[in-house]
Nanobody
Framework: QVQLVESGGGLVQPGGSLRLSCAAS????????MGWYRQAPGKQRELVAV???????NYADSVKGRFTISRDNARNTVYLQMNSLKPEDTAVYYC?????WGKGYWGQGTQVIVSS
């Protein structure tokens, strides 16, 4: 059974940093894409950042220059380093893995709260 398990969320003050991790288990293949999405209360889930198996990255405009996605293919793990956090970054952050044949898997989510 494929599982994606996120960790690293929490409460942080504006301007602070957090590092999210997502480890995949139960798979015998490598995800084509691994990325992070977030969903704030009352809003739709949105893409934050994605990392392809080829090493390309893509970021939402709202996080460019502040967030960095990285990936450890050997461990099927993806990370999101979040710096200069803002209150509007408050959301539940979800890890996503997508196979080469288009099947997607989601983690259970980790809460990030940016507040003073």
């Amino acid at each position: 059974q494929v599982q994606l398990v996120e960790s690293g969320g929490g409460l942080v003050q504006p301007g602070g940093s957090l590092r999210l991790s997502c480890a995949a288990s139960g798979i015998m293949f490598r995800f084509n894409l691994m990325g992070w999405y977030r969903q704030a209360p009352g809003k739709q889930r949105e893409l934050v950042a994605v990392y392809t198996s080829g090493g390309s990255t893509n970021y939402a405009d709202s996080v460019k220059g502040r967030f960095t996605i990285s990936r450890d293919n050997a461990r099927n793990t993806v990370y999101l380093q979040m710096n200069s956090l803002k209150p509007e970054d408050t959301a539940v952050y979800y890890c996503n893995g997508e196979t080469t044949w288009g099947k997607g898997y989601w983690g259970q989510g980790t809460q990030v709260i940016v507040s003073s």
